[in-house]
């Protein structure tokens, strides 16, 4: 017997009593039923025919609950945990996600707040296209209902529409013109017919349609970059400047990581990087919490899209019950562990090099060293929302006497002896204190000032964030992504940038051997784009400022790396 017919088989003799588990799943979930549906969408199921209903629902979308109730981790199933005993079901997985938690950001709820204080007259146009990728259940279901497009209150109070980029948004995304100018900004295609795209041939579907009236498809975009790219490519405009706010996929494409013409021994797609393998195994199991009789699966990869934002995770975690986040505490935890691996280990690297003392023009001594700076991501680093930045602290020691330090973080996450920190010109030689090398990018408004607001951003004033890896000048989409205010910088290129050192070495020290301390930090949300929320007096910057500053964030580690002077 072919083992798709045996499969069928084992689906039919086990449906019949999963139909009568599904009250005792539901009763043990303790879901409730989902509000009406805007009156212009197709007519049609909202879930299939059991008593278990998801959070909510319409005939094109549905909560990730609803997915959980095969596609989360049971302790009488051996599906979805890891060879090491963990929970790496797709739900157990997203639900601590930035992408489940994207409408309860209140980091994104202040600054829509604040554009829309700043562009009062373009509220809705503003709150429609930020909608789009934070609310896409909500966005999609009054595009394709007719609706006027969705204001974020709107979407926050709704039980479907707050639930973030669920399983329901990317697994339903179209592939025509995917990669194209069509769709990025946040213009995917979904489609009525609740037809849920996979990675995987021939998926056996009657428990899915009979559960959920979604029908699982093998479809092989689900794989590519492009499907990230629709949201994950971003032009705002402001006075009739098309400003690229978020470009990690164009940057991608200019990168040995790129696969689009074939793969390589270098190529690597979005899904490769954040969604790591987690080992073949069964991809479901039963409402009642037993395994199905299916096939198991490889690759298998984890639903935990890893990205660089600790800090938030930090602080959906602290203020869960105000935001309204429904994931467990050891859940977020764990994801924002997770995520500093990522940037401790995958991210960057330092390498000090060739330190030798000099004689200085003026008869002084001082150490000339090289630091080198490589970027191990397949975009920029830091990439995507233009807040991030990065930064290298150096620090030359006698013994454990500091000679020299440039770029030391302070406790309210500014750098030391820096006075405008929008301001900070990039750097291929620091000889001294106050000189830091800063990867970011500021922009500035049409009078050339530089502004955080997203909905003033005209050009940029400066664009020094790490390149990837075979990044060329001549390649796809740099009128979006070459660097600007290099300042005749030779040094940095793709994949690195090569900073020299020259430290003066005072005269009543440096007679023993020297030791070079570099780390590279990261911040996802800098003081200074913190500073700009708190002159808006609206309920969601007055939150988001109060949750900073009670949190005290550090900046991240990416790096760290020690030399000691030859002598």
Excluded at 281 to 310: E, L, Q, W
Excluded at 367 to 381: I, Y
Excluded at 430 to 440: A, G, I, K, L, T
């Amino acid at each position: 017997m072919d083992r798709n017919r045996s499969e069928r088989i084992g689906w039919k003799r086990e449906g019949a009593w999963i139909v009568a588990m599904a009250a005792a799943s539901a009763a043990v979930f303790g879901f409730a039923r989902q509000p009406s549906q805007p009156a212009g969408l197709p007519k049609g199921p909202t879930w299939g025919g059991g008593a278990f209903q998801p959070k909510a629902a319409n005939t094109i979308f549905a909560t990730g609950d609803g997915c959980a109730l095969c596609h989360s981790a049971s302790p009488n199933a051996g599906a979805l945990w890891s060879s090491t005993g963990e929970d790496v079901s797709p739900h157990g997985l997203w639900q601590a996600t930035m992408m489940a938690n994207s409408a309860r950001d209140p980091y994104w709820m202040a600054q829509v707040a604040k554009e829309t204080s700043l562009y009062p007259d373009r509220a809705a146009e503003i709150e429609a296209l930020c909608v789009r990728c934070h609310a896409p259940t909500g966005h999609h279901t009054h595009k394709i209902a007719g609706e006027p497009p969705l204001r974020v209150a709107a979407a926050a109070a709704h039980a479907l529409y707050s639930d973030g980029v669920n399983c329901t948004v990317c697994h339903q995304i179209q592939a025509d013109g995917l990669g194209t100018e069509a769709r990025f900004d946040g213009n995917v295609e979904i489609k009525p017919g609740r037809k849920i795209f996979g990675p995987y041939p021939d998926p056996g579907g009657q428990p899915m349609i009979m559960h959920s009236a979604f029908t699982p498809t093998h479809a092989e975009h689900i794989r590519s970059s492009a499907l990230c790219a629709g949201c994950h490519t971003l032009r705002t405009e402001h006075a009739g400047h098309k400003f690229p706010e978020q470009s990690p996929f164009f940057e991608w494409r200019n990168s040995v990581f790129n696969d689009e013409s074939g793969r390589t021994g270098t190529s690597k797609s979005c899904q490769e990087c954040h969604m790591p393998e987690v080992g073949p195994m069964r991809v479901a199991r039963n409402p009642a919490g037993f395994d199905f009789n299916i096939a198991t699966r490889y690759p298998v990869k984890a639903h935990s899209f890893v990205g660089g934002n600790a800090h938030m995770l930090d602080i959906l975690r602290t203020y869960a019950d105000e935001l309204g986040v429904t994931a467990p505490a050891a859940a977020l935890e764990r994801m924002a562990r997770a995520t500093r691996q990522q940037l401790s280990h995958k991210t960057a690297t330092l390498a000090v090099e060739d330190v030798r003392r000099e004689t200085a023009p003026d008869g002084s001594a001082r150490l000339v060293f090289d630091l080198v700076v490589t970027n191990l991501t397949g975009h920029k680093f830091p990439t995507g929302y233009p807040s991030r930045r990065a930064w290298v602290q150096v620090q030359v020691r006698e013994g454990r006497t500091p000679l020299f330090t440039s770029g030391e973080p302070g406790a309210d996450g500014r750098i030391k002896g820096i006075a405008d920190e929008l301001a900070i010109p990039h750097r291929d030689v620091v000889d001294s204190p106050d000189q830091v090398v800063v990867y970011e990018m500021i922009a500035a408004d049409e009078r050339g000032k530089p502004t955080t607001s997203l909905a003033s951003m005209a050009t940029r004033l400066k664009d020094t964030r790490l390149l990837p890896m075979g990044y060329q000048p001549n390649g796809p989409h740099t009128a979006d992504t070459a660097p600007v205010g290099l300042n005749g910088d030779d040094n940095f290129e793709g994949g690195q940038d090569r900073i020299t050192y020259r430290v003066p070495i005072p005269k009543s020290s440096g007679s023993g051997r020297l030791t070079v301390v570099a780390w590279l930090w990261y911040q996802p949300i800098p003081p200074a784009w913190v500073d700009a929320l708190r002159r808006f007096k609206t309920p969601d910057t007055d939150r988001f400022v109060r949750m900073y500053d009670e949190m005290k964030l550090k900046p991240e580690q990416v790096a760290v790396t020690v030399e000691f002077e030859t002598r």
